[in-house]
């Protein structure tokens, strides 16, 4: 029996094409899916790629101006001459259900980022958010600035691992809780202990990554504490970088139950701070100490003003493209501080939270 009596009263539908992607046989359930009598498929041009076993997603023209999504995956026949079975599956639904996610991933991640930075005397404030590339893009990736007492400013930028629904949820968590926590604790380092004890009562499976910092508009006080975070880093007025490495320890959800320690520098005045998550830095083609390297070059040439660093850096680093994974960036500009202020960041302590 050969392949078109196989495959001629099927319920899937499935065409088979030759080496030059003409169709030489449709049934009518692939007639039916495409929206085109059998008659016509045959002899047309097919136009897709022929990867035995690979499968790929087209959208097709559906009833009332909807579109379709069909999976194809394709079969070498074993007999000559070389034709190629290709298998046609609906997977209209799937795609709806992605839609659907993504849609409330993204309405999710708006309610959370700030839509406006708040304005404090002695600093000026930007922040981005640049989604990932993927079906559904929105991932965990978050930040956030806090007024505090006292003339004192609570910055924050963290990353929930994975992407969808439950990692939007959890940074949402994670976010609110934070604001709470900077309330209820001057010290960043009790701050982040806290979250991680939130995290792992919420979601034990979870893990994520944020640093912490509590700014003092007076004195330039920057104190922090990271869990697993990338560094922070400072550039100068005069566009000197450097990457402020104390206050480490381990991501929030991982078990680690050693106490987490916070670290306090004074940034020099007219600086800038910039906060990031790793899709900023992160690439298959380079090592993380090289994404650094040219964080640090790009930041150095990116200007003062904090508007324009977040452009700057984005787009010498992005290179104009949607990354892999999601990034956000936040920076934070110190307003020129009288004599006196230190001109390089000078570390002051090391404490427990």
Known sequence: MNPEEIVAHQPVGSLIVDAETIVRFANPAAAAMLGVPPERLVGEVFGLPLLPGGVTDVNVPGEEDAVRTLAMRVSELPAPPERYLVTLFDVSGRARRYEHEHRLVESLQRSILLDRMPALPGVRLAARYVPGDG?????????????????????????????????????????NALRAYALEH???????????????????????????????????????????????????????????QGGRSMPLGTGWRDRRFHHTVVLPPASSLVLYTDGLIERRSRTLDDGFATLAAHAHAAGQDPDAMCEAILGSLLGGEAPDDDVAMLVMRTVPAQDGHPGRPVALAQSPG
């Open 135 to 175: 079906e559904v893009r929105v991932g965990g990736d978050w930040y956030d600035a806090i007024p505090l007492p006292g003339g004192r400013l609570g910055l924050a930028i963290g990353d929930v691992a994975g992407h969808g629904i439950g990692s939007a949820a959890l940074m949402s968590q994670l976010r």
């Open 186 to 244: 001057e010290s960043p380092a009790a701050v982040v202990d806290r979250l991680d004890e939130l995290i792992q009562h919420l979601e034990p499976k979870g893990m994520a990554t944020m640093i912490y910092l509590v700014y003092e508009t007076g004195s330039g006080a920057l104190t922090f504490a990271a869990a697993g975070h990338p560094y922070p880093l400072v550039v100068g007025a005069g566009g000197e970088t450097s990457f402020l």
